[in-house]
């Protein structure tokens, strides 16, 4: 028996909102888990590739929209926030729903299975069929956030990491304990429990098992920090995968291990960081390029690659990443729009960030919140 670990974030670039990293833990059979083809053990329940199909799908209903009477309902597009799932649908929306989405769950990396035009339907119905596996599918936003916050490792981590306190799972005023969202936001998430179940099954019979779900939601005041304390924002983002890795992955284990992450900010070299992070532990350096950089502690090896999102482990770790950001981006949205109710929401992007700044720029003043807490420096 052996362990996959893979490592993803999402929110890297914006000015707003959290950075959000994640890993899952993947248990497999066998010496070699590099060895294990997550792609052939799933294809009953997974796909990569939908985009063709899809194409398909739109030129058919295209064909159909053609013949259909004017008066007819259309059918309703899938939710991409709480608001659209409030939209009346016609009387066959459920059946019209159940029978567009997939019998297999999108799984690849987040920024194909997710945008704002395609909608939160498939991210988030794989998301939680992903929960379903590991233990439970949560039932609301501060059950999801205190499941995947939770600390496993005891021991040194947290001294070897410097793990400072959490800003409260990573919120700040717009994220207090009474604000919420019930879950799934969207039509197609709730076919995720069905999902899940055939998942289950063809985990207990092939072995492989998805043993963790963990991230870390960073604020921005949290990520201010960090990288006043590094000078460098790759360095910072390095740092913040490592001490989440120690939450899951315990170095003095004997059993084999390979942690798969993407590449940070474009870095070859994390051998200093990993000895920092691994309180002088020895780190043999197996190679360090553009396309990958590779090493090994005892029976484990530590790979960061480019386009890392192929790897199965890592492609869930992303559009988890990828959810996370999004729900919590909702939540910040609600608290400005509280205030300023003709406001445009934003995703936090530097192409919108700074005019969401200069539009909300008057209540954060009047509420006196500091830009520490409401923009990310770098």
């Not at 995947?148 to 990573?170: F, N, Q, T, V």
């Not at 304990?177 to 429990?193: H, K, V, Y």
């Not at 492989?208 to 005041?221: C, G, N, W």
């Not at 400005?336 to 003043?365: C, I, M």
Request: aromatic share 8%; proline share 5%; net charge negative.
């Amino acid at each position: 028996m052996g362990f996959v670990i893979g490592m993803d974030e999402a929110g890297y670039g914006p000015n707003l909102g959290p950075l959000v990293l994640t890993a899952t833990v993947w248990e497999v059979p066998g010496r070699w888990p590099k060895r294990t083809d997550f792609w052939q053990v799933f294809a009953d329940i997974a796909e990569r590739q939908v985009a063709d199909e899809a194409q398909n799908d739109g030129d058919q209903q295209a064909a159909s929209r053609q013949k259909r009477s004017p008066g007819r309902p259309r059918k309703r597009k899938i939710a991409d926030s709480p608001q659209d799932c409030e939209v009346a649908v016609d009387a066959s929306d459920s059946g019209a729903i159940a029978a567009a989405v997939s019998e297999r769950l999108h799984i690849a990396d987040s920024k194909e299975v997710y945008s704002p035009a395609i909608g939160l339907g498939a991210l988030e119905r794989s998301v939680l069929a992903t929960f379903g596996i590991a233990s439970q599918m949560p039932s609301a936003l501060n059950q999801l956030l205190d499941d995947l916050m939770a600390y496993e490792i005891s021991g040194d981590a947290a001294a070897a990491c410097e793990i400072d306190e959490r800003d409260g799972r990573g919120r700040d005023l717009w994220f207090a304990d009474d604000a919420d969202l019930p879950l799934p936001i969207s039509e197609e998430g709730r076919f995720a429990q069905s999902a899940s179940e055939k998942w289950r099954t063809i985990c207990e019979a092939t072995g492989v098992r998805l043993r963790a779900i963990r991230s870390d939601v960073v604020s921005p005041r949290r990520w201010n920090r960090e990288n006043r304390r590094t000078d460098n924002k790759a360095t910072t983002l390095s740092r913040l995968h490592l001490q989440l890795l120690r939450r899951v992955w315990n170095p003095d284990e004997p059993g084999p291990t390979v942690v798969i992450a993407d590449k940070h900010g474009g870095r070859n070299y994390y051998g200093d960081l990993l000895v920092d992070c691994l309180d002088g532990r020895m780190v043999c350096c197996r190679g360090e390029s553009r396309a990958a950089s590779v090493y090994c502690i005892g029976p484990t090896e530590i790979r960061f690659e480019a386009k890392a999102e192929r790897h199965f482990p890592v492609a869930v770790a992303s559009m988890v990443s990828k959810y996370v950001r999004e729900l919590t981006m909702e939540l910040f949205n609600r608290f400005w729009r509280n205030h300023l109710p003709e406001l445009k929401p934003t995703h936090g992007y530097p192409r919108d960030s700074h005019r969401f700044r200069r539009d909300v720029a008057e209540v954060q003043s009047r509420l006196a919140i500091a830009d520490d807490v409401l923009w990310r420096e770098r």
